[in-house]
């Protein structure tokens, strides 16, 4: 079996199509474009196998139907929203076999940023579209505060050296908000530092891993008494606190 690869395939101002690949078979999460999936796999003489959606905002599915005109191949899409290409639906503890790059993921279910958002997860990676982010979490779009606050607790779970392929390049923004709350938080500055670095050379932040968002992640971090005092939330709940950051960063 020839080594997996990932790679982080540039759409839009901000997004990442994630390909997962061999040297001769593909996978695509979240493709919110076609053409510069197809351009890669012309490349790099890769054939797509199927398309993983996470939910269905347009920049995560937009690109679906030209890319099932270019190979009509399997998509597995959640259980819990609609969609008008043909597809595998998938809710909580469904599990969608790779074989052709020897993968298997387990499907969670994260309701939140919308009501139907899932990712997939194995002991090595997630993909979590717009739950959480690499030092941030997705807007709640649809969802409630206590529901997207339970599926962020539930990531928090996981094994810390899972690896984080969310779906946008919003690592410096998140960063310098963190800052905001925790500013004496030494982990945050080291990554601040980090990502700066990596932007200046047009270098992807992600993927990350859930222990660094653990040390640095303001909505993993909620119980830390630096963010609830400068959060201004009314009282030191994890709830109250998780909805008084997300409502500062949707003005940040």
Partial sequence: ????????????????????????????????EAL??????????????????????ADHIGGVHQLLDYKNVTVYAPQYENYTFEHIAVGENAVVNLPEIALQFRVL??????????AYYN?????????????????????????????????????????????HEY???????????????????????????LRQQQLPTLPCTIQLELATNPFLRCSQTEIWKNSHAENSQELSVFTAIRTLRNHY
Wanted: charged share 15%.
């Fill in 1 to 32: 079996m020839s080594m997996l690869k990932i790679t982080p395939i540039p759409a839009f101002d901000d997004n990442y199509i994630w390909l997962l690949h061999n040297e001769t078979d593909a996978f695509v999460v979240d493709p919110g």
């Fill in 109 to 118: 279910w994260l309701p939140g940023h919308t009501l139907g958002h899932i």
């Fill in 36 to 57: 510069p999936v197809i351009d890669f796999l012309h490349k790099n003489s890769l054939k797509l196998n199927a398309i993983l959606i996470t939910h269905h905002h």
């Fill in 123 to 167: 002991n090595d990676y997630l993909f979590c579209g717009d739950t959480l982010f690499s030092a941030g979490c997705g807007r709640l779009f649809e969802g409630t505060p206590e529901q997207m606050l339970d599926s962020l607790n539930r990531l928090k779970q996981l094994n810390p050296a899972t690896k984080l392929f969310c779906t």
């Fill in 171 to 197: 690592t410096a923004k998140n960063v310098a908000f963190a800052l905001t709350l925790e500013p004496s938080n030494l982990a945050l500055l080291n990554r601040q530092t980090e990502v700066q670095q």
